[in-house]
């Protein structure tokens, strides 16, 4: 009320009228005060209108696996329940007692307003992603939940990648197959110990020289600055001292390969280790390798050749792809053809 | 039997030349536009294989849609004259409908060789005049054979629908489009309603372009022209 008569104030001051003009501005300052007012209570409807919604929804929560799914009782929710269940099943024998680690974790596919308490949980929602149907879902919820439970040192080495039994391995390939690193080329002609380094699973030196060569170097400075900024001379000019202190600025050189690749190494040793390799991640460990060796239960060395032989396996055969193609090409035409010709010419009128 | 397939790919080639002409062209300057288009977005830097890829992966789907166009417009010329002439001329004829049909079969499909040899030739053309960042291939061969399985594919699909009576070929079609859509619209609210699983349309569709032995799984392989 008091900014009601501190404009009511102004108003009258700036217009010295007459009684019935400022009888019509005190209705029109009114009015203004109702609007407020009506908007405040629309508003405490509305409030009251949700909560009622919260309290009439009967929530029912269904466990599966280490997992708990929160959400309002309906046939959706039963077959989300079935997703995860079906995904689960993949996954657990790889986890082990490691399931452990992420028992309790709540899964809802309802908004987050349905229930403050649970903001944290995973969500289980197809329509988030549009084409992505419940598998999928179930599937980012299942190595959403794996990844948060990794021991820190594997969750950062991963680079924001999930955990995953079904990696892309044909994407890793294509990217070391393009990577502009010394070290990724020489992984990809078959060097164990290039791989190693490409995969960031031991420190590629002060300066980056186990990934990169200068002028390697200097060409990520060249991709990475605008060509108006001051470091990107250090391209142009040779000078590998300014090219280092424009990538440290940028926090650091970028690996050669990203997390996808790593997360499918990972998954190769998940599989190579089987039943409990989740849990044996978590076994002490000097660092991320002796990690992901003792999850596959063998050498790291053998886990690294067996994931070289499993990006070879998914390269793009273009040609492949074609001769698969052709043969039931020819089959679906020799059908297509004869269904052409059981037409009638009789067929005037 | 020869004059016969002589006279039937001269009457193709007649009814069709002007739109193969235009398809010819098309095919020859798509994979060098996109090629082109890829190495100026990507740059010429040493770093460029990636963005390449990328930039070469996001115009990839402008070829299976040029497939199925060819296709089915070779397919539509093949039995236009004959819709527009109430197939008086095939009555006239002294061979069988069987015959006429794979005759007018093999004439379409032989006259579509001129787009495919057009993309083809764009594709070596513009992967031979390029200088590829390290780590990548071209595969202008295995792009031309995927391309020529798609559109005879689509070309025989339509062929086979066209040969119908126009009523005929639309009932078809209007059938299967109210299978598609009504069942994508029924399919989940049955799901919904009684809690069972079904088969939708689009997933069905979905199997057809990504499964063997679905009969457009060649539509649903790379059609990266540039590979590792």
């Not at chain 1, 300066?207 to 470091?231: F, G, N, S």
């Not at chain 1, 440290?248 to 690749?261: F, I, K, T």
Request: hydrophobic share 50%; with cysteine.
């Amino acid at each position: 009320m008091a900014v009601v008569g501190a404009v009511c104030a102004l108003l009258c001051a700036a217009a010295p009228a007459s009684g019935q003009a400022r009888a019509e501005l005190a209705a029109r300052i009114d009015s203004l005060d109702r609007v407020a007012l009506s908007q405040r209570a629309r508003l405490a409807q509305l409030d009251s209108m949700a909560e009622a919604r919260r309290r009439a929804i009967v929530m029912d929560t269904t466990r599966i696996g280490p997992f708990l799914l929160v959400d309002p009782d309906t046939a959706d929710n039963a077959r989300a329940a079935e997703a995860i269940a079906a995904v689960w099943s993949q996954y657990s024998a790889v986890a082990g007692e490691g399931a452990a680690r992420i028992a309790g974790a709540t899964v809802t596919s309802s908004p987050p307003q349905s229930f403050g308490t649970l903001a944290q949980a995973y969500s289980f929602n197809p329509g988030i992603w549009g084409g992505l149907d419940r598998e999928r879902a179930a599937h980012v919820v299942v190595r959403s939940a794996l990844t948060d439970a990794l021991p820190s040192d594997v969750r950062d080495w991963l680079l924001g990648a999930r955990v995953t039994l079904r990696p892309d391995n044909t994407q890793a390939y294509r990217e070391l197959a393009t990577a502009h690193s010394h070290s990724a080329r020489a992984c990809y002609d078959g060097d164990t110990a290039a791989c190693i380094v490409t995969l960031g699973l031991v420190d590629p030196g002060a300066d980056w020289e186990r990934w990169y060569t200068p002028d390697e170097l200097r060409a990520q400075v060249a991709q990475r600055v605008r060509p108006m900024d001051a470091a990107y001379a250090c391209a142009n000019d040779g000078d590998h001292e300014a090219c280092l202190q424009a990538l440290r600025a940028l926090h650091g050189a970028l690996p050669p390969v990203g997390g996808g690749a790593r997360a499918g190494l990972l998954a190769h040793a998940l599989g190579e280790g089987g039943p409990g390799s989740f849990e044996r991640l978590f076994a002490p460990a000097p660092d991320v390798g002796s990690r992901i060796a003792h999850a596959a239960g063998t050498s790291l060395d053998v886990v690294i050749d067996g994931w070289r032989a499993r990006l070879d396996e998914a390269r793009p055969d273009m040609r492949a792809g074609v001769i698969d193609a052709g043969v039931w090409t020819v089959v679906w035409l020799a059908a297509l053809a004869l269904l052409a010709t059981r037409s009638t010419r009789w067929r005037i009128g | 039997m020869r004059s016969e397939m002589t006279q039937m790919l001269r009457l193709q080639w007649q009814s069709s030349r002007w739109l193969l002409l235009v398809l010819a062209v098309i095919c020859i300057g798509l994979p060098q536009a996109s090629v082109r288009l890829a190495l100026w977005v990507g740059g010429d830097d040493v770093l460029a294989s990636g963005r390449l890829l990328a930039q070469l992966g996001s115009t990839s789907g402008l070829y299976p849609f040029l497939a199925a166009i060819t296709g089915a417009l070779v397919a539509l010329t093949a039995w236009n004259w004959d819709h527009r002439t109430g197939h008086v001329y095939a009555l006239s004829l002294p061979v069988s409908r069987t015959q006429y049909a794979l005759l007018k079969l093999w004439a379409g499909a032989v006259v579509m060789l001129v787009p495919v040899l057009a993309i083809w030739a764009g594709a070596w053309i513009a992967t031979a005049m390029t200088t590829l960042p390290s780590g990548l291939r071209a595969y202008p061969f295995a792009f031309g054979a995927r391309f020529l399985l798609a559109a005879l594919l689509v070309y025989a699909t339509v062929f086979a629908l066209a040969s119908g009576t126009i009523r005929t070929t639309l009932i078809v079609t209007g059938v299967f489009c109210v299978l598609f859509i009504g069942g994508s619209i029924a399919v989940p609210w049955i799901e919904s309603q009684f809690g069972v699983d079904l088969i939708s349309p689009t997933q069905v569709l979905g199997e057809a372009f990504t499964s063997w032995p679905g009969p457009f799984r060649v539509f649903g392989g790379s059609w990266l022209l540039i590979d590792v």
